[in-house]
Nanobody, 117 residues
Framework: QVQLVESGGGHVQPGGSLRLSCAAS????????IGWFRQAPGKEREGVSC???????YYYDSMKGRFTISRDNAKNRVYLQMNSLTPEDTAVYYC???????????WGQGTQVTVSS
């Protein structure tokens, strides 16, 4: 059974950092792309970053230079390191088994990130 579980969210002050984790089970990460998405209150879900099965990484424009996606195949986890956070980054963050929203068959339950002073 494919399962994704996010963790690492929380409350952080502007300028701070968080590292999110996406633990995968039921498949191995080198067989799949994993995408990070987020949904802020009252807004549509948007893409954040993606790592493909062969390790290529992609970022949406507003995250470039601040966020870093990585993968630990031994632990079957994907991480999202988020630096220089702003209140606009406040959202529920999800990982999913694709780089685009419509292509993802499996989603995690999400982890809340709140950036405020």
């Amino acid at each position: 059974q494919v399962q994704l579980v996010e963790s690492g969210g929380g409350h952080v002050q502007p300028g701070g950092s968080l590292r999110l984790s996406c633990a995968a089970s039921g498949f191995t990460l080198d067989d799949a792309a994993i995408g990070w998405f987020r949904q802020a209150p009252g807004k549509e879900r948007e893409g954040v970053s993606c790592i493909t099965s062969d390790g290529n990484t992609y970022y949406y424009d507003s995250m470039k230079g601040r966020f870093t996606i990585s993968r630990d195949n031994a632990k079957n986890r994907v991480y999202l390191q988020m630096n220089s956070l702003t209140p606009e980054d406040t959202a529920v963050y999800y990982c999913a088994t694709a780089c685009t929203d419509g292509a993802a068959d499996h989603w995690g339950q999400g982890t809340q990130v709140t950036v405020s002073s």
